[in-house]
C-alpha cells in the first residue's frame, strides 16, 4: 500500500495494515519523542500514533480532516502512522525492488527497506520493524501503562 507525506511517496507491505482512519485528535503524553503525537483509544486498545513525516526527518505536520491514520500491526505492537494521504495498493514483484544506495548520511535511510520506481514516480518502502523500534516500543509500553488506572487495593 503506498501513501504520501509532501511529494513523497511510501509504501508498507499491506499485510501489516490493519485499517484507515480519519484523523481524529489525539490524547497528548508528556516527556514522548517528538514523533508521537499522542494516543488514541481504537476500541478499548490504546495506540500510540506516529507523526511519520516527523519520524522521517521532516517538520510536525498540522493535521486537518484531509490527513489520515494508517493503523499497522509491527512486531513491537499496533501503531498508528499519521500521513498526508493514502494514494495506491500496488503489487510489487520483489526483483523490482532495488537496494537503498549506501551515502554518507545513511542514517536518514535507516527506515528503509528498499526504493521500487511505478508510474513515474519512486516509492520508498518503509520497514516497520525499524521505524517501530524496540527502544520506541518499550518507551510507549511504558508511558500507555502509567495512563491505565490502577486497579482498588
Excluded at 47 to 53: A, E, G, K, Q
Amino acid at each position: 500500500m503506498t501513501f504520501a507525506i509532501d511529494s513523497q511517496y511510501y509504501g508498507l507491505d499491506i499485510l501489516s495494515v490493519r485499517e484507515i482512519r480519519a484523523w481524529t485528535e489525539v490524547t497528548n503524553l508528556p516527556n514522548t519523542p517528538d514523533f508521537v503525537r499522542g494516543i488514541i483509544n481504537l476500541r478499548g486498545a490504546v495506540v500510540p500514533i506516529y507523526d511519520l513525516r516527523v519520524r522521517l526527518g521532516g517538520g510536525r505536520t498540522s493535521p486537518s480532516r484531509m490527513h489520515v491514520v494508517i493503523v499497522v500491526v509491527a512486531a513491537n505492537g499496533t501503531f498508528g502512522l499519521l500521513v498526508d494521504s493514502v494514494s495506491d495498493i500496488l503489487s510489487i514483484p520483489y526483483r523490482d525492488l532495488q537496494p537503498v544506495p549506501e551515502t554518507d548520511m545513511a542514517a536518514d535511510y535507516r527506515f528503509l527497506r528498499a526504493l521500487v520506481a511505478r508510474n513515474e514516480r519512486m516509492v520508498s518502502i518503509i520497514d516497520l520493524d525499524r521505524l517501530v523500534n524496540a527502544d520506541a516500543a518499550t518507551a510507549m509500553a511504558a508511558i500507555t501503562a502509567r495512563q491505565e488506572p490502577e486497579e482498588p487495593a
